[in-house]
């Protein structure tokens, strides 16, 4: 129980939906794009892509673009999970659903133009029966999308049927519009993706119609190249550009937005009073500012105090708040505190001046100093150190090494040995270039975790600098910086023409156009990409090539 008498609670990944606390002011974004939507309405058919790594608010805002469109005169929306809509095909999927929209009229009207085309009469005593009502629209529905697959021929026709069975539903005094919206459409495999690509452009590109996509492009981009065979980046570019014609990325959250999200959740989860200015600075700079991240470690914490909470409330319900900031956000100085062979109190040490060399470049991380001076006196600290010797923590943080390892198994073209998450990349020197260092944050602690130095740069002046100091191995740069959107490309190609560097550049960045992409390949660049796995196995192939013996 917090001090207020209030349980602790667990945090849901539910989208935020309409009546709720709208801590991101997602609400201004959904009209923002829901006056769009409907000013272009004579423009449809099209799709707009709402564009986000995971755990950004995709969803959540797309719920709110429903519930604002949902009230405007005319407007008729749709929703699809692309992940979770069962075992048929993307395109069987999103067409019934698109059906079962209309009404009994509109579907009598589709059967009518079914009926006039050579390879599908067989409907008409299928249309008489409609009319007799013997049969429920979704029975129908199921009929039609048997008889259009029939053959190639009957394939060929569904475009024109839907495109009947639209002009059936429009009225003669309005332009009515329909909006599908299309979630989780990254999480599918490339083939589903592929359906549901195939399913807007081939058969539901007709007037009337507009799709909203919930999807990280890069993903899309991913399934693109190796489902439809397309071994150009610039092709998987264009590709997807003859699906979707507007593209809004949802930005990072702003420093006051993100630290209202934080203080409405920890109120939601009734831990408010435990979290301190500085820790609340932790979560929000080592987070990414990612919104499920942070549900996901205040979720860590309640689940433990939990399993634990009569030793936790002897020592102090607090300090779990800090160990558990510790075991995300500083793994291996959290495995100090856990080691049994360990007798040396590293947080005395640390606050004494003494840290070992390992740790040395923590001294210049204010988070993590602020986090040690709150730990209290030496009695406190010690009463922490036994505590978890005698029962470390059970719940592990969403990038513990070894969570993260298996998931790249998968993802690695490279097999990976049993070994491979302890020492892969040590000695790897690194410098990134971004002028938002705290959105690579979570990928910077693992690759520090696997031994690597990750060395932070905002412009070309002080990567130079950085590039002088470190002598990195390998370049990590974004595309765009203070609305240049080819500021990593220009830099990247001065830093080489100049002598700066001349090893492997990668871009983590969401997909480029053809023109930067063909210049990134002129420049031998990796990316661009957003893919943590894809950046982890590309430092690792690196990494092994360097390290193979020369007859190899």
């Known amino acids: 129980m917090s001090d207020s008498g209030r349980a602790f609670t667990v945090l849901n990944d539910a989208p935020v939906g309409d009546g ?94 079914m009926s006039q085309r050579a390879h599908l009469l067989g409907l008409l005593r299928l249309s008489a029966l409609v009319v007799g009502s013997f049969f429920g629209v979704g029975r129908v529905v199921d009929e039609i999308w048997r008889r259009m697959v029939l053959d190639a021929q009957s394939r060929n026709e569904i475009k ?16 009515r ?54 071994a150009e980046p610039s092709g998987a570019v264009e590709y997807l550009e003859k699906i979707i014609q507007i593209n809004y990325r949802i930005p990072a959250p702003s420093p006051s937005s993100v630290l209202r999200l934080v203080n409405g959740y920890l109120h939601q989860s009734g831990t408010a009073n435990l979290f301190d200015d500085a820790m609340r600075s932790v979560i929000i700079e080592r987070s990414g500012r990612n919104p499920r991240r942070i549900k996901r470690l205040i979720n ?19 300090n779990l708040v800090k160990v558990v900031l510790l075991q995300h956000f500083y793994p291996g100085f959290y495995g100090t505190l856990i080691d049994p062979r360990n007798d040396v109190d590293a947080i005395s040490q640390f606050r004494d001046g003494e840290l070992p060399p390992e740790f040395s470049a923590l001294a210049t991380d204010r988070d993590f100093v602020a986090l040690m001076e709150s730990f209290g006196d030496k009695h406190n600290v010690e009463q922490v150190r036994r505590l978890l010797r005698r029962s470390p923590l059970t719940v592990g943080p969403d990038y513990a090494p070894i ?39 979570r990928l910077v602690r693992f690759l520090e975790y696997r031994g690597a130095t990750v060395v932070a740069a905002t412009d070309r002046a002080s990567a130079v600098e950085a590039i ?24 990247a190609e ?35 990409t957003n893919d943590e796995n894809q950046i982890v196995d590309w430092l690792t192939m690196y990494v092994r090539s360097e390290r193979a013996e020369p007859d190899q």
């Open 494 to 528: 001065f830093l080489r023409d100049n002598g700066f560097f001349r090893g492997p550049v990668i871009f983590s960045s969401g997909r480029g156009s053809p023109a930067q992409l063909r210049w990134a390949e002129d420049l031998g660049a990796l990316g661009p």
């Open 177 to 230: 519009l329909l909006v599908v919206f299309v979630d989780d459409l990254d999480r599918c495999d490339s083939e589903r993706v592929i359906e549901v690509c195939e399913a807007i452009k081939l058969y539901l590109d007709v007037p009337g119609i507009v799709f909203v996509l919930a999807c990280d492009q890069t993903a899309l981009w991913r399934a693109v190249r190796e489902s439809a065979g397309i």
């Open 20 to 113: 709720e606390d709208d801590l991101l002011e997602a609400t201004q974004v959904a009209r923002g794009l829901a006056d769009l939507i409907i000013a272009s309405r004579l423009s449809a058919p099209f799709a707009l892509a709402v564009d986000a790594a995971w755990g950004m608010g995709k969803s959540s805002l797309m719920r709110r673009l429903e519930d604002t469109l949902s009230a405007e005169p005319g407007v008729s929306v749709i929703w699809f999970n692309a992940w979770t809509s069962g075992q048929a095909s993307a395109l069987e999927g999103l067409i019934k659903s698109v059906l079962l929209r209309f009404d009994r009229n509109v579907i009598r009207r589709t059967l009518r133009s």
């Open 403 to 441: 969570v993260a390892e298996s998931e790249l198994r998968s993802a690695m073209r490279v097999p990976v040995d049993e070994n491979t998450h302890r020492a892969d990349l040590h000695g790897l020197k690194i410098v990134w270039i971004d002028d938002k260092p705290f959105s690579n944050s």
């Open 300 to 318: 860590s914490f309640v689940l433990e105090y939990h399993l634990n909470r009569a030793q936790w409330r002897d020592v102090g319900v607090a």
């Open 468 to 491: 002088g100091k470190t002598r990195p191995d390998v370049i990590l740069s974004d595309f765009t910086r203070d609305g240049n959107p080819d500021a990593g490309l220009n830099d």
């Open 160 to 175: 024109g049927v839907l495109g009947d069975a639209f002009g059936a539903w429009q009225r003669p005094d309005q332009r």
